[in-house]
């Protein structure tokens, strides 16, 4: 976009009105979305491919983790989504593209699975031999692919939720717009589990495989189509990223590296990026393992254990409404985020002791109030985030979080699934494995607490304002 274009946008568009509730929730369609996709990946893959295929749960979460690992690029999506508009808008057209390409992803990443999956079978088993090396290999770059198109679409979407909200209305944005996340994992989990609801324990692997191809060609495909429905028109409309930045019409200077010395600049940066890493891994250990907890411990079969995200996603969605409108504004984020970590702790102990009494009611109990707990605490810390983000570099400070955020979800996601492999192996019992999980789970997040409480929003700021002031003086000489 020439420098003109913007100074027209800003004429045209001098006061971008306040986002309303009805356009709160066509946001969320997109986080709606997301979920739906993780369902996919974490709520079917990983069951297939550690019980179904009997790949190693190491591996699996290994290549499952992948998206998580290329998070680094969201720093710098979120730069060029700051400098450089694609096709005339800073954010929404990153969201498109992202959104296309990890549908196709995900699509190509279950057919290499099948044949991952014969190339094991030829060799009576799972064992590394050239085949399963070269799909495995195969396997692993396109979740990369799929890993580096939801950063791109991701981190502009943040980016645009900072955008078109104010600092008194932004807990509001966040609580309905997570909340359909939630409704996404909800909804992603009843059309998974009713297209896979033919499946028996003793369902071919002709009928496996067609059901789930079906299943990843429906919800990928949805799912790009709320992509575009959350976010058409809303840019133009509401965001006040011209407004408030001071470096928009000068594109020229949102560098990488100014947009860098602005991210580092406070020392609050790291004290928070360091609690989003240890509060998201503790968040997020056991999802590579409770669908084959369910399994294997509460012998559910795939389409039941699937349904578990309902009860999940229904504690979460009923949190984040609550949260978002009545308790984060009273009680404060900091304060908020700090309860929920405690919250968070007590019911992933809860979910451990679930798997001593093999009673499938008591797990579903456990995980709504995980949900709640999760949402609760998410609620708080999402708030907090956007609050730590200069307008400046909005895209760069999400690209950050973000990559805190996802680097972790990566990290616990390995984490767990070799956290089990050992139990298996170490523990005389698949109850001791899979609750050391849920215990190192726990301890993790009172951990966080302790960097939670040094986070200063007030230093952040100040140094941060500094090192905008300091970066077009800079500039200017």
Same mark, same amino acid.
């Given at each position: 976009m020439a420098s003109g274009e913007v100074f027209e946008s800003e004429t045209?568009?001098?006061?971008? +009105?306040?986002?309303?509730? +009805?356009?709160?929730?066509? !946001?969320g369609l997109f986080q709606m979305g997301l979920s739906m996709m993780s369902i996919l990946t974490l709520g079917v893959l990983n069951r297939v491919m550690i019980q179904e295929i009997a790949i190693p749960a190491t591996l699996v979460s290994l290549v499952l983790a992948l998206p998580a690992f290329v998070s680094p690029s969201r720093i710098w999506f979120g730069q060029i989504s700051d400098a450089k508009p694609l096709w005339g808008y800073h954010r929404t057209a990153y969201v498109w593209v992202g959104a296309a390409?990890?549908?196709?992803?995900?699509?190509?990443?279950?057919?290499?699975?099948?044949? /991952?999956?014969?190339a094991a079978n030829i060799s009576g088993g799972w064992t590394w031999t050239t085949d399963t090396i070269g799909w495995t290999a195969l396997l692993s770059l396109i979740f990369a692919i799929y890993g580096l198109a939801i950063c791109a679409s991701g981190t502009a979407f943040a980016a645009l939720l900072v955008d078109v909200s104010e600092e008194d209305n932004r807990s509001k944005v966040v609580g309905v717009v997570w909340s359909m996340l939630m409704v996404g994992i909800i909804v992603g989990a009843i059309i998974s589990s009713s297209l896979l609801k033919q499946l028996t324990p003793e369902a071919t692997p002709e009928t496996l495989q067609a059901s789930i191809n079906r299943l990843f060609m429906i919800v990928p495909a949805i799912v790009f189509v /709320?992509?575009?429905?959350?976010?058409?028109?809303?840019? #133009? #409309?509401?965001?006040?990223?011209?407004?408030?930045?001071?470096?928009?019409?000068? @594109?020229?200077?949102?560098?990488?590296?100014?947009?860098? #010395?602005?991210l580092t600049a406070s020392p609050q940066t790291g004290l928070f990026f360091t609690f989003l890493v240890v509060m998201?891994?503790?968040?997020?250990?056991?999802? +590579?393992? !409770? @669908? +084959?907890?369910?399994?294997?411990?509460?012998?559910?079969?795939?389409? @039941?254990?699937? #349904? /578990?995200?309902?009860?999940?996603?229904?504690g979460l969605l009923i949190a984040y409404a609550v949260a978002g409108f009545l308790i984060v504004p009273r009680l404060g984020k900091r304060r908020s985020a700090r309860l929920g970590c405690m919250l968070v702790a007590l019911c992933a102990a809860l979910l451990g002791i679930s798997g001593f009494t093999a009673n499938a009611a008591f797990l579903k109990f456990g995980l709504v109030l995980f949900g709640l707990a999760t949402g609760f605490l998410t609620t708080a810390a999402i708030s907090l985030?956007?609050?730590?983000?200069a307008a400046e570099a909005a895209g760069t400070f999400i690209g950050a979080w973000g990559l805190a955020q996802s680097i972790s979800r990566g990290l616990a996601v390995v984490i767990g699934g070799t956290l089990l492999d050992i139990g298996r192996r170490t523990l005389p019992s698949l109850e001791l494995a899979y609750g050391l999980v849920f215990a !190192? @789970?726990?301890?993790?997040?009172?951990?966080?607490?302790?960097?939670l409480n040094r986070v200063n929003i007030t230093e952040f700021q100040t140094s941060t304002k500094q090192a905008i002031a300091s970066v077009l003086e800079s500039d200017l000489d």
């Open positions: 045209k568009y001098p006061v971008a +009105p306040r986002v309303n509730l +009805p356009t709160m929730f066509r !946001l390409i990890f549908a196709i992803a995900a699509f190509l990443a279950v057919q290499v699975m099948w044949q /991952l999956n014969n /709320l992509a575009i429905a959350a976010t058409f028109g809303v840019e #133009k #409309k509401y965001s006040q990223y011209a407004k408030r930045s001071t470096l928009v019409n000068r @594109e020229d200077s949102i560098t990488l590296n100014a947009a860098w #010395k602005i998201t891994l503790c968040l997020f250990m056991q999802d +590579p393992i !409770l @669908e +084959p907890y369910a399994g294997q411990v509460f012998k559910m079969p795939l389409a @039941e254990s699937t #349904k /578990l995200n309902i009860y999940y996603g229904t985030m956007l609050d730590l983000t !190192l @789970e726990a301890v993790g997040m009172v951990l966080s607490i302790g960097f």
